[in-house]
Structures are given as C-alpha cells and as structure tokens.
C-alpha cells in the first residue's frame, strides 16, 4: 500500500525557517520524482517544488525559487523542503505528492507563518 506521511509543519514567524519531511512506503521510492504541493485558504492547489528520482534535477515555483529547497534522501525514502524566509504567503496546508499508480497524496501538514 502506498503511504506519504507529511510531518515538519507549524507555526513559524515571518522570516522564519521550517522543514517539511515526507515518509514513502509501498512503492519504489528511487523510481519516482516527488512533489510538494500546497494548498491555502480560498486557493487552489499548486504545485511549490518538485524532485527527479535521482535528484539531480528540481523545479520551484517562482513564488518560492531561492528561499525553498527539496531534496530526497532515496535511501530513507524520504522527500524534504527546506523553507527559509518564509512570508505570510507561505501560509497553506503543504502535501507531498507521487505520481506512483493513479498518483498518491500525503495527508498534508500545516504551515502557518504569522507574527
């Protein structure tokens, strides 16, 4: 069974500095590019940073390109996004995502980023 386990998300001030972890299981971890995703309030779903399976190649939405950075440790089937100098607009519901089968999402872990 395919299980993405989000955890890392809180509360942080404006300037601030989070790490979101992603736990994969049931699939083969190193085959697939992983995504982060986030959603907030009112908005739609978007698309934040995503990762080649072997890591060597990223893509970051403009709104985050420079302070977010994904990466992915294969060997602990893990995906992570650094966040630094977070805004107020990083404030959402963030999910890790994995085109594995029909795709597959994590439960998702909130980000909340207020002074």
């Known amino acids: 069974q395919v299980q993405l386990v989000e955890s890392g998300g809180g509360l942080v001030q404006p300037g601030g500095s989070l790490r979101l972890s992603c736990a994969a299981s049931g699939f083969r971890f190193s085959s697939y590019p992983m995504n982060w995703y986030r959603q907030a309030p009112g908005k739609e779903r978007e698309l934040v940073a995503r990762?080649?399976?072997?890591?060597?190649?990223?893509y970051y939405a403009d709104s985050v390109k420079g302070r977010f950075t994904i990466s992915r440790d294969n060997a602990k089937n893990t995906a992570y996004l650094q966040m630094n100098s977070l805004k107020s607009e990083d404030t959402a519901v963030y999910y890790c995502y994995a085109g594995v089968g029909s795709g597959s999402w994590g439960q998702g872990t909130q980000v909340t980023v207020s002074s």
């Open positions: 990762i080649r399976s072997t890591g060597g190649g990223t």
